[in-house]
């Protein structure tokens, strides 16, 4: 039997959400990812790709539709209300690394990455601190331990949320927009802890408007616009020769193309 194998790691079914009557954001949305994926999410700003991750992260409730982790339930619409019903022992299984590095300000480095081990687990303190240890040796951060974020730069801030998220061992990775607030000579330090976390197979899934690292990391590539997927497939077919016009527009658009 290869059923357990072969079966999604997230499988997100007819999924709904709208801010107030009138700003509908994700309309139906229908999107399978099989473990150790690594899913890219672009296109156009307000088409829902924020939204589809901060869903996935349990921090939105949804209208409707079903998400599925592991192949057990995990969000879903339920009741007259509709209220949004989340399992929250599958949520500590996925980890999210936000654009803006939400690192605690008076707390330094290691205090950062050990208090939800610490807080959610009970983990002890010493353990906590010398796998924070490991993870900040390993992203080039070892000497920051006890530094606090404002004596970071932006790229060694976004490196210790990364290795914050880490510290859970998530089995998934959603990574919003990590390098867009970031100088361009910063991004590339970001990127490469991303690619290194792709090289041990951890599935994740990324928005990003980088369309050079989209192409380096995907193992796939969805073209989301107007609240549904437009275009689903490798990333040399959707950012080299994408089959959808839509899709083509915006391509051309982002790389600057004039045919």
């Known amino acids: 039997m290869t059923m357990s194998f072969s079966a999604p ?19 139906g949305l229908d999107i399978e990812m099989k473990p150790g994926e690594r899913v890219v999410v672009i296109g156009p700003s307000g088409g829902g790709k924020s939204t589809l ?24 619409s339920a009741g007259t209300d509709r209220k949004t019903v989340i399992d929250t022992e599958v949520r500590r299984s ?3 690394v936000f654009q803006h590095y939400t690192l605690f300000p008076h707390l330094n480095v290691v205090q950062n990455l050990i208090l939800a081990p610490c807080k959610v687990r009970g983990e ?10 490991a993870l900040l040796e390993r992203f080039g951060l070892g000497a920051k331990a006890g530094a606090y974020p ?4 932006g790229g ?20 919003d927009e990590v390098t867009s607030a970031l100088d361009p000579e910063l991004v590339a330090e970001v990127e490469q802890v991303i690619l290194q976390l792709a090289a041990q197979d951890m599935p994740m899934m990324i928005v990003t408007h980088d369309m050079w690292f989209a192409k ?32 083509k527009e915006f391509i ?6 004039r045919h």
Do not use: W
């Open 216 to 247: 380096n990391i995907a193992s796939r590539v969805i073209f989301c616009a107007g609240g549904v997927v437009v275009e689903d497939g490798p990333p040399e077919q959707v950012l080299g020769s994408p089959k959808e016009e839509r899709t």
């Open 156 to 175: 060694q801030k976004q490196r210790v949320a990364i290795a914050r998220a880490l510290m859970l061992d998530p089995k998934l990775m959603l990574f």
């Open 252 to 257: 051309d658009r982002v790389f600057h193309i």
């Open 124 to 133: 002890n303190k010493a353990s906590a601190t010398k796998r924070a240890q």
């Open 94 to 96: 996925i980890g999210m």
């Open 150 to 153: 404002a004596q970071l730069s």
């Open 9 to 27: 790691l997230v499988k997100i079914q007819s999924l709904h959400k709208s801010y107030g009557p009138h700003v509908q954001v994700l309309k």
């Open 53 to 76: 991750l901060r869903v996935m992260m349990g921090l939105e409730k949804i209208d409707s539709g079903s998400i599925s982790f592991g192949g057990k339930p995990y969000i879903s």
